[in-house]
């Protein structure tokens, strides 16, 4: 019988054992969806300390001498939550530290060059075959920290076909080109562009998010107007001629969500339970999130959550400048802000807390209990962003029907229906879309939102719509299947159609139903009322 398809996923990040942001819950949950597709699915990535507490029957399986930053071991486990095989790259004078990108003061560690490329190395080595570890037919990198796996693998003649995906095109990971040279890339693919097409010099630099959009067989990024958007000027942010050039390979799929993960049903980290079907529990969710962020304790007022890293991709300077009008304009509205970034974004967010007690909450720093609370208790999520290649936040609102409102770019754009009041009602409208970046455009979505927040039947229909999108991870699995099988003649083991297990199970009964039109959502309610 033949073996089924085999893919190593490498990554710097993945969920539950490390995260910084949307990647991990990408990685984490990704990999068990394929994993339950019928794909012999593997993590690798860094042994940090965290990784190696959290994982399960961890057991040493190889010796990797000679890597960019010297010698490393393989170590193969299980991830706690999913059971997802994994391997950690030990190598404790790179991994074994406090942070995962950088120190406590907030600064990137100065060797993430050699940290990023050991692991690109160590999947390049496993690519090509090591005893005790399948072979894997893709090598699927994630974002620029990954970079140079598929330049690794041609370098090592590896038979593996590479798949890359960009998540954040904002963060290159370029260093001086002398650099190259410590790292095992040739001189002749450190020469400026211009000469050699296959080089990852990019504006006088080393790139290694360069070296996967060039190196790798297949590009994907994580939505598809993302994967249009980058090919312009305003997103391209300087890659655009690169991309272009690349274009015929590039497609985007958008993320799905771990749906048992982010779930009111059933969630462990929320005051009390709710399904689409009956709602009330979002009460006690709100009760407990207006008193965890020193909020008034009122459950008729809109509270609007924000919950990001407080940075110039988010738009936090213009939220911020936002909130004060907004407070004056609604004398009731409410702001639970979870977030941390840009250090005096996040003073003016403290500020606002002490300016407006009881009507803005603030906690700085990084919670995921507060999350969960936050996207369950809230009754919009406010999700401005001048690029955003997927966002994974406003999904997880949306599950705990929680309309999010938020800008009209990438994958925001792709997953939230806007529901245009001037334009009269849409069917499967679930959230609020804004264009532009101005304090303006801000206060006039959250306007449109409260407007219908005062209409309880519409309210409860833009709930509906949002708490039923069918989010999880079936579809994209599917197209990332699609997309190996045109590189490979491996085939996921099972032929069945894919049924996302984790979600079957944990789905409240009602989530099998079509998902009702607004206006017929409307006439429902007003016919049980
Ligand atoms: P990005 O990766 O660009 O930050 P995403 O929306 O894809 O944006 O993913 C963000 C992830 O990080 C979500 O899981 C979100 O809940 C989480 N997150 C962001 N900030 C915080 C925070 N301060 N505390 C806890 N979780 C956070
Ligand atoms: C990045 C992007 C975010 C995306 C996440 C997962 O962090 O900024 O938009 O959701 O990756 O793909």
């Known amino acids: 019988m033949p073996t089924p398809l085999n893919v190593l996923l490498v990554a710097p990040e993945a969920t539950p054992l490390a ?21 012999a699915a593997l993590i690798l990535m860094p042994a940090y300390p965290g990784a190696l507490a959290g994982v399960l029957g961890a057991t040493r399986v190889a010796r990797l001498s000679g890597l960019p930053g010297g010698d490393g071991v393989i170590i193969r486990a299980r991830m706690p939550d999913t059971g997802l095989s994994v391997l950690l790259l030990q190598m404790d004078h790179l991994y074994n530290r406090e942070g995962i990108y950088r120190d406590r003061h907030g600064r990137d560690y100065v060797d993430n060059l050699v940290r990023f490329a050991s692991l690109a190395a160590a999947a390049a080595r496993i690519a ?7 072979r894997p037919d893709i090598v699927h990198a994630h974002d620029w920290h990954t970079g140079l796996t598929p330049l690794f693998m041609k370098l090592g003649g590896v038979q593996a076909r590479s798949v890359f995906t960009i998540h954040n095109l904002a963060f290159q ?4 080109l002398t650099a190259g040279e410590w790292i095992g890339v040739p001189p002749e693919l450190l020469v400026p562009a211009l000469s050699d097409e296959r080089s990852i010099e990019f504006y006088g630099s080393l790139s290694m998010i360069k070296a996967g959009i060039v190196h790798a067989e297949r590009v994907t990024t994580v ?77 008729f007022v809109p509270l609007v959550a924000i919950g990001s890293r407080l940075t110039e991709q988010k738009l936090a300077e213009v939220v911020a400048e936002a909130i004060p009008a907004m407070l004056s304009r609604h004398e009731r509205l409410q702001f639970a802000i979870l977030g941390q970034g840009d250090a005096q974004i996040e003073r003016r967010m403290r500020e606002l807390a002490a300016q407006w007690q009881g009507r803005v909450g603030t906690y700085i720093g990084y919670d995921e209990t507060l999350a969960h609370m936050l996207h369950a208790g809230a009754d919009m999520l ?37 529901y245009a009041l001037e334009l009269g009602k849409s069917g499967a409208a679930n959230g609020f879309l804004f264009e ?32 039923m999108r069918e989010s999880g991870w079936g579809a994209p699995v599917r197209r990332y299947i699609d997309l190996y099988c045109g590189l490979t003649d491996a ?23 079509p998902a009702p039109q607004l206006a017929s959502a409307e006439a429902a309610q007003a016919a049980a009322q």
């Open 173 to 176: 990971g370029n260093y001086p």
């Open 382 to 418: 406010l999700h401005a962003s001048r690029f955003e290649p997927c966002g994974l936040t406003q999904l997880y609102a949306m599950r705990f029907g929680t309309i999010p409102i938020a800008s009209r770019v990438g994958g925001l754009s792709d997953t939230i229906v806007d």
């Open 19 to 39: 995260k910084t942001g949307g990647l991990g819950d990408m990685v984490g949950a990704y990999g068990a969806a394929l994993r339950d597709a019928g794909v």
């Open 491 to 513: 085939r996921p083991a099972v032929s069945r159609p894919f049924v996302d297990t984790r979600t079957a199970m944990a789905a409240p009964r009602s989530t099998a139903r």
């Open 128 to 134: 090509r075959g090591i005893r005790g570890i399948g």
């Open 223 to 299: 939505s598809e107007r993302y994967a249009r958007e980058i090919l312009t000027p305003r997103f391209g942010h300087l890659m655009e001629g690169v991309l272009n050039a690349e274009a015929h390979k590039l497609s985007g799929i958008t993320n799905g969500i771990d749906m048992q993960t982010w779930d009111p049903s059933s969630d462990p980290l929320i005051a009390s339970h709710y399904s689409v079907d009956n709602v009330a529990g979002k009460y006690a969710c709100k009760r407990a999130l207006q008193q965890a962020f020193g909020l008034t304790r009122e459950p």
């Open 436 to 467: 532009g970046e101005t304090v303006n455009a801000v206060t006039d979505a959250v306007r449109r939102a409260i407007d219908a927040f005062k209409n309880p039947s519409l309210w409860r229909a833009l709930q509906r719509n949002a708490m």
